[in-house]
């Protein structure tokens, strides 16, 4: 009930705010909106998968702050910086609703703040983030995000060329996820341009590494270096799933950014090469889809000024709703075969929008243990 109350909201302030161009009230229900959202994440009791992973680590592993050794940093699996926090955390509070209340109110608070500074269409682009990943930034992959809101911070360092500054931030992201080390030659990529010099690179870089994980098994014998390139060719996906994926990363949103930039300065310039570069890789290899979530909000931004951008464009205004209807469905409903997707293999009369619904908050910790089978269930598959 919990989620279909704020999406009806969320829709309400679309209608009033960046449809109707009100002003009054605009940035009061901003920040209304920012606080439902931070409640709904920091006040939850096991709701998500990666959450009770992290829950169980928090109970079990983390020592407080008077207890962390040098040795902690080695035997616990995590990145530095999100020990730490734990470890904070649980100092204050020995209970992980601090921890995911502190996550989700810093969590929220850039991403709110990235999407003021880059869209007149607020709630748009709430709404999109709504639907597409707040469940997944919020209650799944937490260390994650917490990386992806440095990238977030560090961004316009990077188009302004204040390296210092921009570097510090890439580093506190990594050390709260080591998925962020790519954004170390992010810069590399700021000033090329999508042109078809650059997409025969993009295309030679596509084959070179699908020839290196082709042959490289075979030529390295034995060891952990090996093992890595096995388990990643295990998420190499058929030619249906190729064809799945090279449209919904590369194609779909090459479209997009293509027919926007007819009409409007292009966004986030100084990145574009670089993601459409990674969505290329993680189209056959998908083991490597993580890199896309650093790009999401920015994509979020991208879809929101380009739904609007229907919208004024003269020659739609007679189909201009069935349009952006169409253009949110199509984009939508990989998400949505993703939340509908059936699990009664794992747990029965499941399906993987379970790991979510019914809400469960910390005030009545009601406990669901199908959640619990089939996160682990889930878990122990891959």
């Known amino acids: 009930m919990i989620y279909f109350f704020l999406s009806i909201l969320i829709l309400m302030?679309?209608?009033?705010?960046?449809?109707?161009?009100?002003?009054?009230?605009?940035?009061?229900?901003?920040?209304?909106?920012?606080v439902f959202f931070v409640c709904i994440s920091g006040f939850r009791y096991k709701v998500g998968g990666d959450s009770l992973e992290y829950f169980n680590s928090f109970a079990n592993q983390i020592p407080t702050l008077k207890d962390l050794t040098i040795d902690h940093f080695f035997t616990i699996r995590y990145e530095p910086f999100w020990i730490i926090l734990n470890s904070i955390c649980k100092t204050i509070l020995n209970d992980f609703a601090i921890l995911q209340l502190i996550h989700a109110i810093w969590i929220n608070l850039v991403i709110f703040r990235f999407f003021k500074k880059n869209t007149k269409f607020l709630f748009t682009a709430i709404l999109i983030y709504w639907l597409f990943f707040y469940f997944y930034f919020n209650m799944e992959i937490l260390r994650e995000s917490v990386a992806i809101s440095f990238f977030l911070l560090a961004y316009?360092?990077?188009?302004?060329?204040?390296?210092?500054?921009?570097?510090?931030?890439?580093?506190?992201?990594?050390?709260?996820?080591?998925?962020?080390?790519?954004?170390?030659?992010?810069?590399?990529?700021?000033?090329?341009?999508?042109?078809?010099?650059?997409?025969?690179?993009?295309?030679?870089?596509?084959?070179?590494?699908?020839?290196?994980?082709?042959?490289?098994?075979?030529?390295?014998?034995?060891?952990?270096?090996?093992?890595?390139?096995?388990?990643?060719?295990?998420?190499?996906?058929?030619?249906?799933?190729?064809?799945?994926?090279?449209?919904?990363?590369?194609?779909?949103p090459l479209f997009i950014y293509r027919h926007y930039t007819k009409y409007r300065v292009p966004l986030f310039r100084d990145i574009a090469v670089a993601y459409f570069a990674i969505a290329a890789i993680v189209s056959y290899l998908t083991g490597f889809s993580r890199f896309v979530n650093y790009f999401t909000p920015f994509m979020a931004v991208f879809l929101t000024n380009y739904i609007v951008l229907i919208f004024e464009i003269k020659k739609f205004r007679q189909v201009r709703s069935a349009v952006i209807f169409f253009i949110i469905l199509i984009s939508f409903i990989p998400k949505l075969l993703y939340y509908t997707q059936d699990t009664s293999d794992l747990v029965s009369d499941t399906h993987k929008y379970d790991l979510w619904f019914p809400y469960n908050s910390i005030f009545d910790k009601e406990e669901n243990i199908k959640r619990e089978q089939l996160f682990y269930r889930s878990f122990n598959k891959q």
């Open 13 to 34: 302030l679309i209608l009033t705010y960046d449809l109707k161009s009100n002003k009054a009230g605009r940035n009061l229900w901003y920040c209304i909106t920012y």
């Open 156 to 252: 316009p360092y990077l188009s302004s060329k204040k390296w210092v500054k921009y570097y510090l931030l890439v580093i506190c992201a990594i050390m709260f996820h080591t998925s962020a080390s790519f954004l170390i030659v992010l810069p590399l990529f700021r000033n090329q341009v999508l042109n078809k010099t650059n997409f025969i690179k993009i295309g030679c870089i596509v084959i070179g590494i699908i020839a290196l994980f082709g042959v490289a098994p075979n030529l390295i014998l034995g060891g952990a270096l090996q093992q890595k390139f096995l388990i990643y060719q295990l998420f190499t996906p058929t030619f249906a799933g190729f064809t799945y994926y090279v449209c919904l990363y590369f194609f779909g």
